[in-house]
């Protein structure tokens, strides 16, 4: 049996481990958001960095990319690694995954996705909405054992626009980011 994945964030330029094909495209229903704290990756227990999350929202749709793996080995070894490298995010989805804007008919259906609920009983790190601002500024001071949070901003952006999608949100972020860091730049010169 074919199991396939889907990825919204850094799994989109970095999926670690074997898969058969990657397929561009969304999911319906959803939207990207920078809502998850990220305390083992992007970020420390002290100064969470932010990652993002999937949240309901209808009519809107995210673009990532499904990575089919057929192999049953590969399959496990991906499950073991995903289970880890997602552990923050509380939930599994199986959900349709499109790759031709206006079909109606899904490219594949139950694409595995990990989400971070905003329930805080069984996701702590949940950090949830705040200002673009708000969220710039967490996200230049957060850096984890995989780097600094703005780089997983900056690639998510780079990898996003890569296939053509301009998501608001990230774009907004990123920008805002910059902003910051440029004013930062001026004043201590």
């Known amino acids: 049996m074919v199991m396939w994945v889907f990825g919204y964030g850094s799994l989109i330029w970095k999926a670690g481990f074997n898969y058969d094909e990657r397929l561009v495209g969304f999911i319906k229903g959803y939207r990207r958001v920078f809502y998850q704290g990220s305390t083992d990756h992007r970020g420390?227990?002290?100064?969470?960095?932010?990652?993002?999350?999937?949240?309901?929202?209808?009519g809107e749709v995210c673009w990532g990319v499904a990575y089919r793996i057929s192999n049953k080995e590969d399959q496990e070894v991906a499950i073991t690694?995903?289970?880890?490298?997602?552990?923050?995010y509380d939930k599994k989805a199986y959900l349709d995954f499109f790759t031709e804007?206006?079909?109606?008919?899904?490219?594949?259906?139950?694409?595995?996705?990990?989400?971070a609920s905003p329930d805080k009983k069984h996701n702590v790190n949940y950090l949830g909405p705040a200002s673009i601002e708000e969220i710039a500024k967490q996200?230049?001071?957060?850096e984890g054992p995989s780097g600094p949070n703005r780089d997983y901003?900056?690639?998510?952006?780079?990898a996003l626009?890569?296939?053509?999608?301009?998501?608001?949100?990230?774009?907004?972020?990123?920008?805002?980011?910059r902003r910051i860091l440029s004013e930062r730049?001026?004043?201590?010169?």
């Open 81 to 88: 690694y995903l289970e880890v490298r997602e552990k923050q």
């Open 139 to 142: 996200i230049i001071q957060a």
């Open 44 to 58: 420390t227990p002290e100064y969470p960095g932010r990652t993002v999350t999937l949240e309901p929202a209808e």
């Open 101 to 115: 804007p206006n079909a109606t008919t899904p490219a594949v259906s139950d694409v595995m996705v990990y989400i």
């Open 161 to 177: 626009l890569q296939f053509g999608c301009k998501d608001a949100h990230v774009m907004d972020l990123a920008s805002e980011v």
């Open 153 to 158: 901003l900056f690639q998510l952006e780079e």
């Open 185 to 189: 730049e001026l004043t201590s010169t």
